[in-house]
């Protein structure tokens, strides 16, 4: 029996079609959150949100939006505090992956723009015009205001010249999270998850194209296996619920100890 800590709360969360952003929803609806799903892919959204309202008898809400894209971002947040009563936690995750292999030299202008303005534009833009209304929520016995979760990546932790432009969106994000938490306190709590390597979108579901991409940065992970969407999604819930209320401004690496102990994705030419 799970506790239902988020009844009569709501959870916004980008990316909310596929991947972490999926398995995050689930776990949210099956503790009592309302939702707001917000994707760039309609038929997916809607096949998502269906799913899970039929399942958990939650509401779902599925609002397209680009996050990239300001004046999508705004309507999207006015829509999104239209539907429901309250946005309690908010899933900063949309986000794209790189064409592995250029570094910084090599990589195309219109390649890194479009890294850049999803993966840190648009979680930034999403934070604006999310967190303000947030911040002036109240909830009876409850001392925060709001949470805010954001998806990074153990590149934004040990860089990844294969990935550049990822990898800076990603320290980018790491940043404006520690940043946000000073803007956004003492009434929001704003952290960051970085996933390693798991099986999402944004391999093209495929776990082949994932390990290949390990082999080549001579990945080693620690635990010994690769990570699940429910391993991001169990965080997640952690930082959404009382127990992390106290913890703001740091970022969380979910990647079986890669990012630490293991061996970095860094293609190192002493290492063949
Ligand atoms: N899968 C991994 O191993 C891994 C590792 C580290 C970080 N991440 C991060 O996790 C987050 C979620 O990705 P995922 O792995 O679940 O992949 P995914 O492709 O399954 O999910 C990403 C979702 O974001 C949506 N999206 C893409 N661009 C968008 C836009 N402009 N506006 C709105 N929605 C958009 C996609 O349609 C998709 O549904 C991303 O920020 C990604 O960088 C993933």
Redesign the pocket.
Same mark, same amino acid.
């Given at each position: 029996m799970v506790e239902r800590f988020l009844d009569g709360k709501g959870a916004l969360i980008? /990316?909310?079609?596929?991947?972490?952003?999926?398995?995050i929803a689930i776990e949210y609806a099956k503790r009592g959150a309302d939702l707001i799903l =917000?994707?760039?892919?309609e038929e997916?959204?809607n096949e998502t949100c269906k799913k899970i309202k039929e399942e958990y008898k939650q509401e779902v809400i599925p609002i397209v939006?680009?996050?990239?894209?300001s004046e999508q971002v705004q309507n999207m947040a006015k829509m999104a505090f239209k539907e429901l009563d309250n946005i309690y936690v908010l899933n900063n995750?949309? /986000?794209?992956?790189d064409l592995y292999g250029p570094d910084l030299l090599r990589i195309k202008e219109d390649m890194f723009d479009r890294i850049m303005s =999803?993966?840190l534009r648009?979680?930034w833009l999403v934070s604006k015009y999310v967190c303000k209304k947030m911040k002036a929520q109240k909830f009876e016995n409850e001392p925060l205001s709001g949470k805010v979760i954001h998806?990074?990546?153990?590149?934004g932790v040990v860089v990844d010249l294969k990935l550049s432009a990822?990898t800076l969106s990603?320290v980018g994000v790491i940043a404006m999270v520690k940043m946000l938490a000073q803007s956004l306190a003492p009434n929001i709590t704003v952290n960051a998850i970085?996933?390693?390597?798991?099986?999402?979108?944004?391999?093209n579901?495929s776990e082949d194209v994932?390990k290949a991409t390990m082999d080549d940065g001579h990945v080693k992970t620690p635990l010994n296996r690769i990570?699940t969407?429910q391993d991001?999604a169990n965080i997640s819930v952690f930082l959404a619920s009382p127990l992390s209320d106290f913890i703001t401004g740091h970022n969380i690496p979910v990647d079986g100890g890669i990012a630490e102990v293991g061996v970095p994705a860094n293609y190192l030419k002493s290492d063949i």
């Open positions: 980008t /990316g909310g079609a596929s991947g972490f952003g999926r398995g =917000v994707d760039i892919n997916l959204l939006c680009d996050v990239s894209n995750n949309a /986000g794209i992956g =999803v993966n648009g979680q998806t990074a990546s153990i590149a990822y990603k970085s996933p390693g390597y798991h099986v999402t979108g944004i391999y579901n994932m990570g969407v991001v």
